[in-house]
Every structure is written in C-alpha cells, then in structure tokens.
C-alpha cells in the first residue's frame, strides 16, 4: 500500500529541512541578540490547560483524545499556557523580567491552504514580569530583526499595531455592553475578510443595535495614531487610555523601526487572554495569514497558575515565512562538499579511507563513493553532492605520498604531497 503524510503535514525532504533549518537558526541567533534564553515544554498537554483561556477558535482546532489512563490530552496547538504554567510554577525563584523563547511544533485542526496547515514550528518571544511599554517595543523589535536578519526588506513586511484597552474603551462609549463585547471584537477581527453586512447582521443577532453595530465597524477602520488619538478624544475618554500604545510605538521609532509600524484598529486578535497592547505582522501584499502575531497578556499567569505576574510576547510561525522566502527568492543555498575522495583501482581504497577520515577530522565535508566505480562515474557522484573539490589516489601517487587534487569548479589540478592537506589548503583552493 502506498502512503502518503496526513492532509496539512509535512515531509521535510533535505532541500525543505535546510529552509526549515535557516529560519529556525535564525530565530536562534536573533533572539539570542536580545539575552532571550531558551527553554521548551512537552508536546501533550492536559486539555484543560488550553479549555480554560485560550478562546474558542483555537479550542476547536485541537487535536485532543483520552490517552490509555482515561485523561483528556491535547497535542499543544499553542505555547503560551505552557509557558504560563511552567514559569507560575517557578515564579518566586525566577529573576524578573523573564526574558524566554522557545521553538515548538504546534498542532492545530486547520482548513489546510496556503500558508496554513495542521502542524508548524512556532518561535515564542516573550517577556514575563514586567507592565512597561518598553516590553511591548523590545518583543515587536525582535520579531522585525528577524525578518530582517532573513533578508526581508522593510517595505517586504508591515507590523500593525492595537491596543485592546484603546479599542474596548471606544466601543463601550460607542454603546456596546460589556456582554456584547466579544462579539465586537469578532466584527473587529473579521472587518477585511467579511462584508460589512454580513458583520452589522451578526453583531444585531448578538442584541447590538445596528447604529452601534455601525459604530464599530468605524472603529475598526481606524488607521494611524493621530486619528485614534482623535477618536479617544472625542469619545470623551482621558488620553492615559492611548498612553501605552503611543509609547510603544514611539520607543520602536527610537529602535529605527517606525518606518515598518502602522496603528490599525483591526488589529484584535483572535486569543481571548490578550489585555493590552496587540499586534500582527503581514506580508506587504497580505497574500497569507500573518508571519506572527502577539501581544499582552496580564491575567493568563493569575488565572493559569495564581501569580499575579504580567506578559507580553508572539508567536511567529514558519510556514508563512517559508513561503514568503521563496517567493523572493531568498531561499538557502544548498552545502555541498568541500571534498569528494576517490580511489583509482581497488588497492588504493585504504589510502582514500585514511585521507577521508583526516579530512574529517579537520571539520571538512567529505563523502567517497561505497564501493569501488569507474573514474567518471564518481566524478558524476561528486558533482551531484555539489563537492567543491575531488582527491583523487591511484598507484602512482601513492607510490609517491601524493594525491591528486582537482577543483571541480575550475577544473584545474595539481598532484601535491598528502602532508599538503591541511584546511589552509582546502580554504584556499577553490
Ligand atoms: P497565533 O496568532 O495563533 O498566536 O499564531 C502565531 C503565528 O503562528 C501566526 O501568525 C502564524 O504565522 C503561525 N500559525 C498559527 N497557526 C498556524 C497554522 N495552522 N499554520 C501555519 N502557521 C500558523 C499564538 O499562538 C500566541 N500563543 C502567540 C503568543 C505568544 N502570544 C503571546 N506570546
């Protein structure tokens, strides 16, 4: 029977483990750049760890079974309640601010398209222990260095931000209940992919009046800070409900990152845990789902695991990124060989196992063919491993303590004395 990996999984053949890899090193190297440290959780979790604050959308999504001993479990389709149990655990013994970051594969029962499929790597950065807008600018600016550090250019990506506070304060001034509120927010979250009709009819369903629903879908169109600034104003409410967000954004101007910042009131999120300010990264054209999205969380902690510590951070997932790499063509090279060794006659076998495994020794690539071939067809095996550089050992430079070297890419040769092949050597030849 012939198979093939589950619908929205995938098969990281070399060439897509090699991507996968760049970013993930990346991700590594950046956040490191930061003093952000390392940690990781496991994979299972107890259902209810995700049932209890994590909103209903991604609830719906899990991949959650009862294991052998009769509990409910759930493959992580997030990391943030993981990171929220294990630092509540060790919260009195933990220097604050903590500073974490960690790279999960998550699992979500997602309509597979483009960029979104049912399993991805996620980098989490985030910042626990600390309520200043500084918090906020540093995981947005890590998350920018990244794409950078990719190669991205900053007309490539746009981070647009909100503030949850900011957005709940105009809607309730609009005339929206609090009992109301998460169904604005959804009207919010949806105002680009749904018609404004289809919005006005689901929030009157949920017994908002449609001059209010009207409101909201206004609200949700605001853009810029000067005219959210306006909008607060104007609502009556003090400008302390937009300090944050304006500082945020001020200390990402400071970073030299203003320039790829946008405040966009769309911006909600779908998580139910965020408190304050959120923000998402898309693609200049919006052809896929954001490359990350994050924002702060201050009660998960308390709720999770009964400390009173606030949060900030985002997920960034690599399978948008992926895409977006190769649609500019920023994809990796390929590593091929420095050396691919290369035995003439049977006899001289030994002599290529003891230069292969010298070579090795120096920190070299180097691969020799399994059993004995004809000189072009190890040539051709060479060239496929993109090897850079081929040694070659027949009777008479053995005779003689030598080796043939010849650089594949120029063709050239020159017979040197096997004492000759230090890493200088490779370094410089080709
Ligand atoms: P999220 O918005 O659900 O946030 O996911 C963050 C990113 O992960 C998305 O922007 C996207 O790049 C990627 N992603 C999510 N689901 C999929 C999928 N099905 N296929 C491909 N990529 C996907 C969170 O998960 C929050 N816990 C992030 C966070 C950390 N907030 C605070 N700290």
Not at 14 to 43: C, K, M, Q, S
Not at 153 to 175: E, P, Q, T
Request: overall charge negative; glycine content about 10%; hydrophobic content about 40%.
């Amino acid at each position: 029977m012939y198979h093939r990996a589950l619908s929205g999984f995938r098969d990281f053949y070399p060439p897509e483990t090699a991507l996968r890899n760049h970013i993930i090193d990346t991700w590594r190297t950046v956040a490191g750049r930061y003093g952000f440290e390392e940690y990781d959780g496991p994979p299972l979790e107890s259902l209810d760890l995700y049932t209890e604050k994590s909103g209903q959308e991604i609830v719906e999504q899990l991949y959650a079974f009862e294991d052998k001993g009769g509990r409910a479990v759930a493959l992580r389709p997030e990391m943030t309640p993981t990171l929220a149990r294990m630092v509540a655990a060790r919260a009195e013994s933990l220097k604050k601010p903590i500073r974490w970051f960690s790279v999960p594969q998550l699992f979500r029962y997602e309509r597979k398209q483009r960029g979104r499929l049912r399993e991805h790597y996620q980098l989490n950065v985030d910042v626990i222990g600390e309520r200043s807008y500084l918090a906020d600018a540093e995981v947005i600016a890590v998350a920018v260095d990244i794409l950078r550090a990719l190669g991205l250019a900053d007309s490539d990506f746009c981070v647009r931000i909100s503030d949850r506070n900011v957005i709940r304060a105009l809607l309730i001034n609009a005339g929206v209940e609090e009992g109301q509120l998460e169904c604005a927010y959804a009207a919010v979250d949806k105002i680009e992919r749904e018609k404004a009709k289809n919005l006005t009819e689901m929030m009157v369903k949920a017994g908002i009046d449609e001059r209010t629903a009207t409101e909201v879908l206004r609200i949700a169109q605001l853009k810029g800070l000067a005219d959210v600034a306006e909008a607060v104003e104007k609502a009556g409410q003090d400008s302390e409900v937009i300090g944050e967000l304006d500082s945020c954004v001020d200390a990402l101007f400071s970073m030299g990152m203003g320039g790829v910042v946008t405040v966009d009131c769309s911006v909600i999120r779908g998580l139910a845990y965020y408190t304050g300010v959120v923000f998402e990264i898309f693609d200049s054209q919006r052809s896929m789902r954001a490359i990350c999205g994050g924002g702060r969380y201050d009660g998960l902690l308390e709720s999770l695991g009964g400390v009173d510590l606030p949060g900030v951070g985002f997920g960034m997932g690599d399978v948008v990124l992926s895409e977006l790499l190769k649609d500019r063509g920023l994809e990796v090279e390929r590593v091929g060989l420095d050396v691919f060794t290369i035995a003439i006659t049977p006899d001289d076998q030994a002599e290529i196992l003891s230069i292969s495994h010298t070579l090795r020794d120096l920190g070299l690539r180097v691969e020799y063919p399994l059993k004995q071939q004809a000189l072009g067809k190890q040539l051709r095996l060479a060239d496929a491993r993109g090897a850079r550089i081929a040694v070659i050992v027949g009777p008479d430079e053995r005779s003689e303590n030598k080796v043939l070297v010849k650089n594949l890419k120029s063709g050239s040769e020159q017979r040197v004395h096997k004492s000759q092949l230090t890493r200088e050597f490779f370094a410089h030849d080709g």
